[in-house]
């Protein structure tokens, strides 16, 4: 497992929510783990970033955008699907997540066109 930098979220919906972020320019993703639980991070790009959202040790160094790319995707949830605000902040979580494989494959795009 590792960490990534995170916040747990209870969408309470079965739309693709990562599809919304991606039309309306976020830059979060919504992860998944085995247990059914959800997490709303930064998207897991080498590229959009100063330091990656994913890592071994809970102290890696933070990217400033990290915080307002997680509340952003909150904020869509709350006005979209009423979702309850989440408790505490955003933060390293170890967690064994899946992701979106059409997010995947968005942010694997957007890595190898830009750079940071």
């Known amino acids: 497992m590792s960490y990534i930098y995170c916040i747990r979220v209870n969408p309470e919906t079965t739309d693709d929510v990562n599809l919304k972020f991606r039309e309306a320019g976020l830059k979060g993703e919504v992860l998944a783990t085995m247990e059914g639980k959800f997490f709303v991070s930064p998207q ?44 505490g902040k955003a933060d ?10 059409k997010m995947e494959s968005f942010v694997r795009e957007f890595d190898v066109v830009h750079t940071v």
């Open 92 to 101: 390293w979580q170890e967690i064994q997540s899946f992701r979106c494989t």
């Open 44 to 87: 897991l790009s080498h590229k959009m970033w100063s330091a990656y959202p994913q890592s071994k040790e809970p102290t890696s160094q933070i990217d400033t955008g990290w915080d307002e790319a997680i509340a952003d995707c909150v904020k869509l949830l709350q006005d979209n699907y009423g979702m309850a605000p989440p408790a």
